[in-house]
C-alpha cells in the first residue's frame, strides 16, 4: 500500500434477492473471501457492511448499507474499501470512476479481490490505470452501441421496413416511426456484450433482473425466449 500506514478497512458485500442461494455469490461465501484477502494484505477490518436483497441497479449511496460506507469514507474513519467485484459497489464504469475519485481526494483506496481474473487495489498507479482502462473500454462500447443503433434506423428507413408491432429498443410513434428507447436500447448493449462474451440466455435474464430493466410489456422477470428473440430480431443484428 502506498497512502501511509492507515490499514482501517471497511469490508462491503452485497447480494440480490436472486443471488443469495447461489454458491460462490452469498453472503457468507463473500465474507470469507473477503477476510482472507484483508489477513493477507494487512488490513485492519473495522466495519462490515451488507447489503442483501439489493439490486445493482441503485447507486451505493441509496443503498442502505452503501449509504453507511460512503458516510465511513467521507468521515476518513477508514481509508480502504475492499469488496469482490467492481459490480458489488458500482451500477457502471463512470459510477466507478466518479467514486474512487472521490475517495482518492479523501485517502482511501479501493481493492478488488476478483477484477477480470486478478486482484486489484488503486493505491497504487497501476491499479488507478487498470481501472481507468477498464472504464474507457466501457465506454466505447456504449458509444458504438449508439453508432450502430443510428446506422440501423438509418438502414430501415433506407429500405422502406415496416413492423406491425413494437420491437424492443425502440417507441413506435402514430406514424409508424420508431424512435430508439434510452433504456430499452440500453439493455440490448448489455445483451450483446454478455453474448459475445459467451454468457448463457440465463444468465443474461439474471442480470437483466438484477439490474432492473423491464421487458416490453413492463415486466422485470426476463425469460430465454425474450433474450433470443432480442438477437435474433433482424433490426438488432443490424445494430
Not at 79 to 92: E, G, Q
Not at 175 to 183: L, Q, R
Not at 214 to 236: C, F, M, P, S
Amino acid at each position: 500500500m502506498t497512502k501511509g500506514f492507515d490499514n482501517s478497512t471497511v469490508i462491503y458485500i452485497r447480494v440480490s434477492t436472486d443471488e443469495q442461494a447461489k454458491e460462490g455469490v452469498s453472503i457468507p461465501a463473500q465474507v470469507e473471501k473477503l477476510m482472507a484477502y484483508c489477513k493477507q494484505a494487512g488490513l485492519r477490518v473495522v466495519s462490515t457492511i451488507i447489503d442483501d436483497g439489493v439490486s445493482a441497479g441503485k447507486f451505493l449511496s441509496t443503498r442502505p448499507g452503501g449509504s453507511q460506507l460512503v458516510e465511513l469514507v467521507r468521515s476518513k474513519k477508514v481509508k480502504n474499501i475492499v469488496a469482490v467485484k467492481l459490480d458489488r459497489l458500482f451500477r457502471s464504469a463512470a459510477d466507478a470512476l466518479t467514486s474512487v475519485d472521490n475517495w482518492d481526494k479523501l485517502g482511501a483506496s479501493l481493492h478488488l479481490l476478483d477484477f477480470n481474473g486478478m486482484s486489484l487495489d488503486t493505491s497504487s498507479p497501476m491499479g488507478r490505470m487498470m481501472l481507468t482502462m477498464i472504464a474507457g473500454f466501457a465506454e466505447l462500447e456504449r458509444n458504438l452501441c449508439k453508432q450502430r443503433t443510428k446506422d440501423a434506423i438509418q438502414h430501415k428507413k433506407a429500405s422502406k421496413q415496416k413492423y406491425c408491432r413494437s420491437v424492443y429498443g425502440y417507441q413506435t410513434l402514430e406514424d409508424g416511426t420508431m424512435v430508439p428507447d434510452a433504456s430499452e436500447q440500453e439493455a440490448i448493449c448489455i445483451i450483446k456484450m454478455m453474448r459475445s462474451s459467451g454468457a448463457s440466455l440465463r444468465a443474461i435474464c439474471s442480470k437483466l433482473t438484477e439490474l432492473g430493466y423491464k421487458t416490453k410489456r413492463g415486466g422485470v422477470q426476463w425469460y430465454a425466449a425474450t433474450i433470443k428473440g432480442i438477437l435474433e430480431n433482424d433490426i438488432h443484428q443490424l445494430a
